[in-house]
């Protein structure tokens, strides 16, 4: 079935190194995908969207990519600080239902 | 603005009771309104979508009867966990958009333990 899923569980990076969360999605008709960030014990919240007619959208200290050759997402976080430790999850618009893939946990060391 | 809240943040009950869990749009009118349920360390699963007015629509295997869905206006919704089992305990969250198609915005989660 229709599916949207991420490359890596995990991500640890440094303190102020930028950080990249990719995401691949598997129905080319979907047109409007978005990334959420969900702390522990919390709900998500949504961080940066984008539609299929763009390919960059960019945030304060996010950006969002999206190449729909590969049907790939990726959200960038620039100077990743400790707040922004938490799980990451991709989301496609089907039909007005949102599909969200596994979820990325990023770990920022001090 | 685009603030969704939940009541209980979390709630403990016996097996055979039922829960009721709200949902709540605080600044904008919710034409549609979700439930989502999540397990430890798994993603969201769509449970079901629920429009002003009238019944709500169920996602494949989640039963109906047991998980009662009412959106009595367009900032209120809410779901009754009806007698509820253990296995029933996980997180569940809510999300509302205001326009078909718009940018869904979450709740904080309730937290159920079924004892």
């Known amino acids: 079935g229709e599916s949207v899923g991420l490359h890596l569980p995990t991500l640890s990076v440094q303190e102020g190194d930028n950080s990249i969360i990719n995401c691949a999605y598997s129905n080319s008709a979907s047109d409007y995908f978005i990334w959420y960030k969900q702390e522990s014990g919390k709900g998500p919240q949504f961080i940066i969207d984008i539609r299929s007619n763009m390919d960059k959208r960019q945030g304060q200290r996010v950006t969002v990519l999206l190449n729909k050759t590969v049907k790939h997402l990726s959200l960038q976080i620039a100077a990743t600080q400790p707040g922004d430790s938490a799980v990451y999850f991709c989301?496609?618009?089907?039909?007005?239902?949102?599909?969200f893939g596994q979820g990325t946990e990023l770990s920022v060391k001090p | 603005g685009a603030v969704v809240s939940q009541h209980p943040s979390w709630v403990i009950c016996k097996s055979g009771t039922s829960v009721k869990i709200e949902c709540r749009s605080l600044d904008f009118q919710a034409t549609t309104m979700f439930w989502y349920r999540q397990f430890p360390k798994q993603s969201l699963m769509l449970m079901a979508t629920s429009n002003e007015g009238s019944k709500a629509t169920y996602e494949q295997g989640v039963e109906k009867d047991k998980f009662l869905i009412n959106h009595a206006s367009l900032t209120l919704s809410t779901l009754t966990v009806t007698s509820a089992h253990p296995e029933d305990s996980s997180f569940y969250i809510c999300s509302a958009e205001s326009g078909s198609g718009e940018t869904q915005y979450f709740g904080p989660g309730t937290r159920l333990l079924v004892l």
């Open positions: 989301a496609e618009n089907q039909g007005g239902k949102l599909i």
